[in-house]
């Protein structure tokens, strides 16, 4: 688009062409309604995909912090030399399964955005059938902060 071109007026919210006639209060496109449904869609794909992205945000915050404070721990038994018993299992033990969690969150947020078990399975080098056989009986389990965000 040419920027030093006088803007054309009104245009469609989610295709963005130009309104041909018609009443300078539409936002999307008049006919075929394509413009409309698609965006209304859209903001009900997102609506629904809230609940996994808040779980994705606070698995991913919780990774992150186990790995902070095992960091801490493990440079202090390395520099003190002189390990507690165990520490270095429970900590590889921890990361484990705040990983599993966020692998978890992000398999439902992939399944909430419509992604196919082809393109999930893929960067973990298995086929679809056995993403599906790994992954597909989870569901997100709400979470008391969801509903603060929603209802707040």
Not at 70 to 83: F, K, N, S, T, W
Not at 112 to 123: F, L, R, Y
Request: glycine share 10%; net charge positive.
């Amino acid at each position: 688009m040419n920027d030093s071109d006088p803007d054309p007026g009104p245009r469609c919210l989610w295709c963005g062409r130009p309104f041909a006639e018609g009443p300078s209060t539409r936002r999307y496109c008049a006919r075929p309604r394509l413009c409309r449904d698609q965006a209304y869609r859209e903001r009900r794909r997102a609506k629904q995909a809230q609940p996994a992205r808040s779980a994705l945000a606070r698995a991913g915050y919780s990774l992150d912090s186990h790995l902070g404070n095992v960091r801490e721990v493990l440079l202090q038994a390395v520099l003190q030399e002189d390990a507690w018993p165990g520490v270095f299992a429970l900590a590889a033990a921890g990361i484990e399964s705040r990983a599993q969690t966020l692998v978890r969150v992000c398999v439902l947020e992939e399944r909430a955005a419509g992604t196919s078990w082809e393109k999930i399975g893929e960067p973990f080098g298995i086929s679809a059938d056995a993403a599906r056989k790994r992954w597909g009986r989870w569901e997100l389990v709400s979470h008391p902060d969801d509903e603060q965000i929603g209802g707040g």
